[in-house]
């Protein structure tokens, strides 16, 4: 019988909720909480012989994590990997993403389900990913979905858009039957006839973002600094890239009233730096924040600021940031953060 693996995060797995999502990652026998309808549905064709969880703060932040979760699925040799679903959580959809590439690097074939607005689906490349609803409150829905598409893979068959397939599928040269400028006038006579989503070459999608809401009372709110701005202590020790940047850092700044020249400097390679160098508060606005503490403006200021150069990075990077660092700032307390751009 076909041995599945089933990758879900701290909730899913019993663990709780928020409260867990430090937790490493871990293994259980057998199938766990939406594993057991998923098994079923695979109609006695294959069995989950284990189910690995991770937190997902710990996942979505831990150096080396998906290869931590990978190692634990090798221990079962599995035929298939399934991975989530995981809705639109962005931290638990990055843990699925990124364990399905190191997985299917490794050989191991691999189904990842998540809802196609979580910011996760890029960073999957071209591993299948089945569309799933938008919350768990979908999870019925979402799992008659995926467990068809988990026994096509079985099966050895490529997953398409009517499986429910979404994201970037992988490239491949074929020979069409039409010719190019044939193609070229159906795609015009499509236009013509109103049909104005027609395309050989679909759109990048664009993400719409829903703005949060206001923070009512600023002087009972710990706040962050953080940047794109490449600052980072003078001499640049830890090498953050000054152009498409594939990490963050981070630093403190606790007893700290500015960031004094000399001491700390930009690397960014998108402008001149002369004068951000002069005065790095330009780009980090340190002596502001601090005076807005003092003020009782704000409540406190958090104790480091996180950064990276934001220069020609890739969306898939800049996405994997934002969610990093909102897991990070969740985890330490802050309720805001003043986000400096160049």
């Known amino acids: 019988m076909t041995r599945i693996v089933h990758y879900v995060n701290q909730f899913f797995a019993g663990l709780g909720g928020e409260d867990q999502a430090g937790v490493g990652p871990d293994v259980k026998e057998g199938a766990v909480g939406p594993g057991r309808p998923l098994e079923r549905s695979l109609e006695g064709e294959a069995a989950i012989v284990a189910t690995v969880y991770c937190g997902d703060d710990y996942a979505a932040s831990a150096p080396g994590a998906a290869e931590e979760i990978l190692a634990l699925v090798q221990r079962y040799e599995p035929d298939l990997l399934v991975a989530g679903p995981a809705f639109g959580s962005g931290r638990y959809g990055l843990a699925c993403a990124r364990l399905g590439v190191v997985a299917s690097i490794a050989g191991i074939p691999v189904v990842v389900a998540m809802h196609e607005d979580n910011p996760a689906v890029d960073e999957a490349g071209t591993i299948p990913v089945i569309a799933?609803?938008?919350?768990?409150?979908?999870?019925?829905?979402?799992?008659?979905?995926?467990?068809?598409?988990?026994?096509?893979?079985?099966?050895?068959?490529?997953?398409?858009?009517?499986?429910?397939?979404?994201?970037?599928?992988?490239?491949?040269?074929?020979?069409?039957?039409?010719?190019?400028?044939?193609?070229?006038?159906?795609?015009?006579?499509?236009r013509l006839s109103g049909d104005r989503d027609a395309t050989e070459i679909p759109l990048p999608r664009f993400d719409r973002i829903t703005p949060a809401q206001p923070i009512e009372d600023l002087s009972a709110t710990t706040v962050a600094l953080v940047t794109e701005g490449a600052v980072v202590p003078f001499g640049n020790p830890e090498g953050l890239e000054s152009a498409r940047a594939t990490r963050w850092l981070r630093y403190p700044i606790e007893g700290k009233a500015a960031l004094a020249a000399g001491d700390y400097m930009s690397v960014h390679g998108g402008f001149s730096t002369v004068w951000a160098n002069e005065d790095p508060c330009r780009i980090l606005p340190l002596d502001a924040a601090r005076e807005l503490e003092q003020q009782g403006t704000i409540g406190k200021l958090h104790s480091e600021y996180l950064v990276t150069a934001g220069n020609g990075t890739s969306v898939v990077n800049a996405r994997r940031f934002g969610i990093e660092w909102a897991a990070e700032l969740r985890k330490a307390g802050v309720q805001a953060a003043v986000l400096t751009s160049t």
């Open 132 to 190: 799933s609803g938008a919350t768990s409150r979908e999870m019925r829905a979402s799992l008659e979905k995926l467990g068809p598409a988990m026994l096509k893979v079985i099966a050895g068959k490529s997953l398409t858009v009517s499986d429910g397939r979404i994201g970037r599928p992988a490239r491949s040269t074929v020979v069409d039957e039409k010719t190019a400028a044939e193609r070229a006038v159906d795609l015009v006579l499509a």
